[in-house]
């Protein structure tokens, strides 16, 4: 009887914090869109209803029936990119920025149907050959390039239309990382557990009471379903067909990497098959179908997770599953996401920056896990070169080509994996040489 009441406590206790990694993990992004798209607060909060419910229904149709891993499902950096493009160039093509997110829904259910297809027809498997260590370990640390800036940024209290460094924000945001990373690293037992969750929350309490927090003012419904088709009727276009394709490939790329990443956290080295990968594409394709009906931001499977299982120690399946009910749950209850949403964003953001430091571990680990000769020094120099200049190019500058090459040359994290992907394939070692 003993047993069993641990063994609850400490379901319960991982149960929270993955739910508490997953509301971090979900809060800033629909932020940032719905200020992009000149969204009011109303309209915001709705948004973030639809992701958490989109975000909890994708973690557990994976974790359950398609990769069957722990893998927390959120917006890709490829969707950001588009989102962001998209509405910078709406205006260009005359059209306003509601139209605009009709046509984005459009994109996503198109994006969801090449990835099912490529799953069911096991087209899935015939890239993996392709996702080499230095492909993977290339692809994890330039999104923690991407990533990590706008996490510092949150954390210094630049985003929301601040241009200058928040003191106390990033005092306490600092704090907050200092406390997870301090603790899932030197604690021991428990506290090392639970790290993640414990400087949250402590960053949480300290923030409302130096700042007395971030109140939501808006009247909502106690229970609401989530809005079906909430920017309108999506709007098809052909021009709209390659978009979806490429995006669909370059998901495919970012399900690999994710369960690379999380496989290697939970048994130590990648583990993974065809049937999984096939698996994984066809619920991605249910996922983002789903998205674009819901109006939300497209998820793909998140390679955070894997720094956050090397620093809680959390491999379990279950209370990951769990905890994406929950979040699905509170879903329906609109004063709760409110409450929510009032997480402070430098708080937020801090925590997702602590995981980070492991996914920059696991990034060196599979770029090194063979000697590096002068070949693979060059491919990854070169990769990385461009991938991260291009991060730094403002996305005005793609404005006068094709919308699908915008899409595609705007976004750092592409260009250099595929950079990687197209030398190594083409500058082949010569083995009889090598011998």
Request: hydrophobic letters at 55%; aromatic letters at 12%.
């Amino acid at each position: 009887m003993e047993g069993q009441q641990v063994k609850w406590t400490t379901t319960t206790m991982e149960t929270a914090q993955w739910f508490v990694f997953m509301l971090a993990s979900s809060v800033a992004l629909p932020i940032v869109i719905g200020a992009i798209f000149d969204m009011s607060l109303i309209e915001i909060s709705g948004l973030m209803q639809r992701s958490f419910f989109i975000i909890g229904i994708a973690s557990v149709l994976q974790g359950l029936f398609g990769h069957r891993l722990p893998i927390m499902e959120g917006p890709a950096g490829i969707w950001i990119s588009i989102f962001s493009v998209m509405a910078l160039t709406s205006s260009q093509r005359g059209e306003t920025l509601k139209e605009t997110l009709q046509v984005l829904e459009a994109i996503m259910i198109l994006t969801g149907i090449f990835l099912f297809i490529f799953g069911v027809f096991k087209l899935a498997q015939k890239i993996l050959p392709v996702f080499t260590p230095l492909v993977t370990g290339t692809f994890f640390f330039l999104l923690t390039v991407q990533l990590s800036g706008i996490f510092l940024k949150g954390m210094l209290g630049l985003q929301q239309g601040s241009e200058s460094i928040q003191l106390i924000d990033s005092l306490l945001a600092f704090m907050t990382f200092i406390i997870v990373l301090g603790l899932s690293i030197f604690a021991k037992g428990w506290l090392r557990n639970y790290g993640v969750l414990i400087g949250i929350m402590v960053g949480w309490i300290s923030f409302v009471l130096v700042k007395d927090g971030a109140k939501s003012d808006a009247t909502v419904p106690i229970v609401s379903f989530p809005e079906w088709f909430a920017f309108g009727m999506p709007q098809f276009d052909i021009s709209i067909i390659p978009i979806a394709f490429v995006t669909s490939i370059v998901l495919l790329s970012n399900l690999v990497a994710s369960v690379v990443a999380v496989s290697q956290s939970i048994y130590d080295k990648p583990r993974y098959n065809q049937q999984q990968i096939n698996r994984g594409s066809i619920f991605s394709g249910i996922n983002h179908g789903l998205t674009g009906m819901f109006s939300a931001l497209a998820n793909v499977p998140l390679a955070t997770p894997a720094g956050f299982i090397k620093l809680t120690g959390q491999k379990r399946k279950m209370p990951f599953i769990y905890a994406s009910l929950v979040l699905i749950g509170i879903a329906f209850f609109p004063p709760i996401v409110s409450f929510i949403s009032t997480i402070p964003a430098p708080i937020a953001n801090a925590t997702l920056m602590a995981t980070f430091v492991q996914l920059v571990g696991l990034a060196i680990n599979n770029v090194t896990i063979e000697p590096l000769d002068s070949r693979k020094v060059t491919i990854v120099g070169v990769s990385y070169l461009f991938g991260i200049s291009t991060m730094f190019l403002p996305v005005e500058v793609f404005s006068e080509l094709p919308a699908v090459v915008q899409n595609l040359a705007s976004n750092g994290l592409l260009i250099g994996t595929a950079l990687v992907i197209t030398l190594e394939q083409l500058w082949k070692v010569d083995e009889s040489s090598s011998r």
